[in-house]
């Protein structure tokens, strides 16, 4: 009995642990940029000009710069976690300034379902959307 308080104690600190390390926000891989602009692709299906296709690709690729280098900086977690959510907060607000609020709607379902995988592969993903 007290050999199975031991294990289920251990077993519950390397679960704290893990979660505590799993919060910490690092530089992510090279990957992470393409990967998340790939995601971030407008496609098709939405109906909007080839201007706004650039145009979006423009604004997301220089958003994915900032993140990055939020994320490499010297910052708390929290601090970061601030920052990028600010960002994503403004980012949203230039999807709706190219797109319209009616096919802003539409754009953030699509990224928000591409961005699924990405959002186990890299923990800095959850805090984009």
């Known amino acids: 009995m007290k050999t199975k308080v031991i294990f289920a104690f251990t077993v519950l600190l390397l679960a ?15 990957d992470f940029k393409k990967d998340m602009l790939g995601a971030f692709s407008p496609g098709d299906d939405l109906g909007i000009t080839d201007k ?3 145009e979006l690709n423009e604004k997301n690729s220089g958003f994915l710069d900032s993140v990055v280098n939020i994320a490499g900086g010297d910052e708390s977690d929290d601090q970061k976690i601030a920052k990028i959510t600010g960002l994503a907060k403004d980012q949203n607000s230039v999807f709706e ?20 995988p990405l959002r186990r592969k890299y923990k800095l993903a959850r805090f984009i959307i």
């Open 16 to 30: 704290i642990a893990w979660q505590v390390e799993a919060q910490t926000i690092n530089l992510p891989s090279p």
């Open 52 to 54: 706004q296709k650039e």
């Open 97 to 116: 300034d190219i797109l319209g609020k009616d096919t802003v709607k539409k754009y953030r379902k699509k990224i928000k379902k591409q961005m699924g």
